[in-house]
């Protein structure tokens, strides 16, 4: 693609130079604050990793399952999940989605006889039907998977209180940089949690200083005008070379101090910025409600997030360089985790309703850092798009 200057990002990583600052003064402090953790999501047990997949991995070995257990995960995820879980000896059994992008409950009822435990992920930080998933899973340990989900909320409660645990990527809504958080909601695990974190590696001072430095690289090119220039072109090159959804894990870290100080400090006043990220969406979907196009709703007692806003499309590849050339980045999440799934991790065609998603998912920028102009740029070039019947 050409370089552009004006290419709005596909995704949002608001991690500053005073965040930078922030995360290598957290490097040397003794203890974290959870004051900010606490007052969010209550009197939890709370434990810090590099990464949300190095949580899932804690959470699953605390279990202390036999081997080769089957942990029921949706299909339509990253595949990263999949490696936590085969990293902690047992096997991912697929659950398909229904239209809000989440576990389909009755699916998990054709399968839930087969599994020792339970992945829930809140995907594009749309709550999945909780209520259903926990009276099908009955006394299935339930881990809420809420790397997109922060602040949404199901029925009053917010998303990574309704399970016995629960996981959140601290790189993802939030952006404090990097980081996982596992939470524990059922004190009944947390001295196995602890047990678990404790095996533990901590990282070195250099290796965390490391990781916060990409970080502030990263979101610097994921902003104009470094990311139509720079970011989108150099990334478009490394996917044509490197099968980015395959690529191992790196090593598993407790403790990852550069960003629990960012973590504590965004969460204060975070709620005003999904409050804005959501009157972006509603606007998106005013604009877009004429269309042909399916658009993602907000159900009953229901506070989504709106940290992705998924569209599903027609004659998607086409759709998606249009926009481009419009200056609207896109992406087309996760459309390869079936055909991964089925090569590397044992899927067995299942989950057909993932599998006609992953052929037509689009999402689009919705991000709170977008002023009206940017909304109003983003409107008119989905509406004009020849492509979309």
Known sequence: MRPDPFLIPRFNFDYTLTDFSTSIKSIFKEECDLEALHSTFGQKDFFFTNYGRTALYVILKSLNLPPKSKIGVPLYCCTVVFDAIINAGHTPRFIDINDNYTMDPEDLKNKVDELSALVVIHTFGRPAEMDKI??????????????????????GKITGTIGDMAIFSLAKYLSAGGGGLL???????????????GLLNKPPVSDEFKHASIAYMRALFYHKPWFGLVGLPVGLMLENKVDLMTKKSSEMTAEYKAYTGVTSKKLRDFRDKVEIQRKNSFFLLDELKDSSLFLPFEGKNVYCNYYLFPLTVKNRDEVSTYLRKQSVDTTKLFSLTPKIAKHNYGYAGDCPFTEAISDTIITIPNHYTLHQTGLKKIAAAVKCCPYID
């Open 134 to 155: 926990k009276k099908i899973a009955g006394k299935l340990p339930l881990i809420e998977d809420c790397s997109h989900s922060l602040l949404s909320e199901y029925k």
């Open 183 to 197: 939470v524990v909601n059922n004190r009944s695990f947390t001295k196995n949690i602890r047990k678990e974190m």
